[in-house]
């Protein structure tokens, strides 16, 4: 290989390393309303429906390719925290949950895939009437990979629960309709190594929900920001590259 073809590799790779090691940050500047999940105490507890409903506010989601990520919450781009807080019993105070965020907390490392969303921001505006017409959506892909610890000990104090294994790995599928204060969503897990996020449902329903296979309540997240950063296997391969350009000319050298 010429020296020339050589190099013109190596900054092809770290070109498409630069893209590949970007940020895909989602941010909630505000959203308020109402949510309602149903459908998972039954003999197919993976699938259930969630609706939002009454929904004020505004920000942007933004989707990656199907890639390994390493998954963080933490406060938007607002200013240095954020809050989210749930409603599960109209106002008594054992249904009251709220939490500030400081710092960037990581919740998932894995692969995700999606098929049918084009990756890419989402802005959203709800409560304005600018969406006239309701929006149709679905897609569908796969998860391979964990939840940190923090975040599970998390849930189990929350639920009460035990959950001990922290990875998973499985398909979904999510079709709905948007509109102007609403979001509603049909979700089908398909768990192949964990009992699937339905368990998880039914260990919340039990306990805030009254057993009775509907978890609802009222919501609001302000300032919350959502950062998936992709595994820069590219890295590697620039590495490499560069291994092969010393070689080569340590070889030269030599001659």
Do not use: H
């Not at 790995?169 to 979001?183: E, K, P, R």
Request: charged residues 5%; aromatic residues 8%; hydrophobic residues 40%.
């Amino acid at each position: 290989m010429k020296k020339t073809v050589l190099i013109a590799a190596v900054a092809a790779l770290a070109t498409i390393s630069t893209g590949a090691s970007a940020a895909y940050v989602s941010n909630i500047n505000s959203l308020a309303g109402d949510f309602a999940i149903t459908g998972f105490k039954d003999l197919t507890p993976n699938s259930y429906s969630v609706s939002l409903t009454g929904l004020v506010g505004n920000g942007v989601l933004t989707a990656g390719p199907s890639n390994t990520y390493a998954v963080s919450v933490g406060p938007g781009s607002a200013g240095p925290s954020g809050t989210a807080s749930s409603d599960f019993l109209n106002g008594a105070a054992a249904g009251m949950f709220s939490r500030t965020v400081t710092t960037s907390t990581p919740v998932f490392t894995g692969y995700l895939s999606a098929t049918g969303l084009t990756p890419g921001p989402y802005p959203f505006v709800f409560g304005s009437g600018a969406i006239v017409n309701p929006i149709t959506f679905g897609f569908n892909g796969s998860y391979d990979g964990a939840t940190t610890s923090g975040i599970l000990g998390f849930l189990n104090t929350l639920l009460g629960t035990s959950f001990a294994i922290p990875t998973g790995a499985g398909a979904y599928n999510i079709a709905g309709t948007i509109t102007d204060t609403s979001v509603i969503m049909n979700i089908l897990d398909t768990p192949t190594s964990w009992l699937g996020s339905g368990a998880i449902l039914l260990a919340g329903d039990t306990l805030l929900g009254g057993g009775n296979g509907t978890i609802d309540g009222a919501f609001t997240v302000r300032n919350i920001g959502i950062t998936a950063v992709p595994e820069p296997a590219s890295l590697a391969l620039l590495g490499l590259g560069l291994a092969g350009l010393g070689a080569m000319r340590r070889r030269k050298q030599a001659a």
